[in-house]
Structures are given as C-alpha cells and as structure tokens.
C-alpha cells in the first residue's frame, strides 16, 4: 500500500468542501487548456472525489470515456456517490505501475496530485507508456503553486514535505519521459504544464 492512502483515506468525506469558491472556472481552464475532444479516451489520475470529471465529461460527449483512478477507496467512495454515467469507470490504482495497454489513451490529467508521487520520473514514464502518440499529459494545479505547496505543509505527516517541483525539472522528467513540446503557465493562482507524446 502507498503510505499516502491512509492520509487520502481520512480526508475524503470532508474534501469537497474545502475547495476554494471559484474552483468551477478554474476546473474548466484545466480541462480546455488539455484540447480534449468528443470520443476521447481520458484517463483521470488521483481523481479524489471526481472532481475534474464533470468537465471532462463537458468535452469529450456521450462517446467518450473516463478511466478514473486513486490508491484511496474512501476517495472513489465519496466519487461513486457523485452517479456519474457509466462512460465513467472508478479504480484503485497507482500511477506507478498500471495494467492498461500501451498508447490506451488520448490525454491524462494529473490535477492536484503531482506533489504526491513517490516516484515523478517512474509515474512519467508510465504516463507516457499508455498515452498514444500525440496524446497529452496535463498536471495541473488550479489553486497555484504557493497554495499548494502551503497547504502541504500546514497539513504535515504524510504529505508534509509535498511540493511542486521547479517547472525546469518537471519539464526534464516529461522530456526524458518521451512527453514533449511542454507549455507552462505559472500564474500565482493557477499552475498548469501541458506536453504531448512524440
Ligand atoms: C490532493 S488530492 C486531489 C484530488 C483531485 N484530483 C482534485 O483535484 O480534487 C490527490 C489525490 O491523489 C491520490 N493519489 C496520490 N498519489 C497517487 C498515486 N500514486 N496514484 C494514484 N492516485 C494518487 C490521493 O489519494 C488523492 O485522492
């Protein structure tokens, strides 16, 4: 188990509401800037309670598909009360390693959860692995950096030392990673890196 699970776990039936009152505007930002389109195959990483999901669901229409994953149960449990329609599939699952084919989906969304990751590179690289070429990763987190990296710290044990790393390096790991031709907004209240897979 993820030493991270128990902390996710604990957190989940309380987590919508700690998000911040413009959070919807920010979430559709998100998800316009990935480019994503009608019938595309999306998988959702750390997806906590789904939040991103209706947004997603927004652009890519009745034939698209949403592979939601999280290593916490009691995230997907608060996500599974939310009724999404079946295009949506919820699973307990690390990014680290996955069973999904290689080149399986058209765009992956990190949002809010990069600071979690044991491994950065290792979960690049997996990200990389089931992209399709041309396909787009997202990691994104809407509330900005110095939020972020704040939060973390005020809630300390397991996610204590949980921090975005330096665009510079984030965008080494997707370029060592097979994830190119990156953009990166830096704004004080929204942070976003956008990279395609060659
Ligand atoms: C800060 S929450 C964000 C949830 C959601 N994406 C949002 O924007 O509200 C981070 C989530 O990522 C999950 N998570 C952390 N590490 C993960 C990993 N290695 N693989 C999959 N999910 C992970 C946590 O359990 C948690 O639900």
């Known amino acids: 188990m993820n030493?991270?699970?128990?902390?996710?776990?604990?957190?989940?039936?309380s987590w919508d509401i700690r998000e911040v009152d413009d959070i919807a505007d920010r979430l559709e930002r998100v998800v316009s800037l990935s480019g994503i389109s009608c019938g595309a195959n999306v998988l959702d990483v750390g997806t906590g309670t789904?939040?991103?999901i209706p947004y997603i669901l927004l652009k890519i229409g009745p034939n698209g598909g949403v592979?939601?994953?999280?290593?916490?149960?009691?995230?997907?449990?608060?996500?599974?009360?939310?009724?999404?329609?079946?295009?949506?599939?919820l699973a307990v699952m690390d990014i680290h390693q996955t069973p999904f084919d290689s080149e399986h989906f058209d765009c992956v969304f990190c949002n809010a959860v990069f600071p979690h990751f044991e491994d950065k590179v290792g979960a690049l690289r997996e990200?990389?692995?089931?992209?399709?070429?041309?396909?787009?990763?997202?990691?994104?987190h809407p509330i900005g950096r110095e939020a972020v990296n704040r939060i973390h710290q005020t809630a300390g044990g397991e996610v204590g030392e949980?921090?975005?790393?330096?665009n510079v390096d984030i965008?080494?790991?997707?370029?060592?990673?097979?994830?190119?031709?990156?953009?990166?907004?830096?704004?004080?209240?929204?942070?976003?890196?956008?990279?395609t897979k060659d």
């Open 3 to 13: 030493n991270k699970t128990a902390f996710f776990d604990a957190h989940a039936s």
């Open 50 to 52: 789904g939040v991103l």
């Open 67 to 89: 592979l939601a994953i999280d290593i916490s149960s009691e995230m997907l449990r608060q996500a599974k009360l939310k009724g999404f329609p079946d295009q949506v599939k």
């Open 127 to 140: 990200i990389a692995r089931v992209l399709r070429p041309g396909g787009t990763v997202i990691i994104s």
């Open 162 to 166: 949980d921090r975005i790393p330096s």
């Open 171 to 195: 965008v080494k790991w997707l370029s060592e990673s097979g994830l190119n031709h990156s953009e990166v907004i830096d704004e004080p209240d929204f942070h976003l890196i956008r990279a």
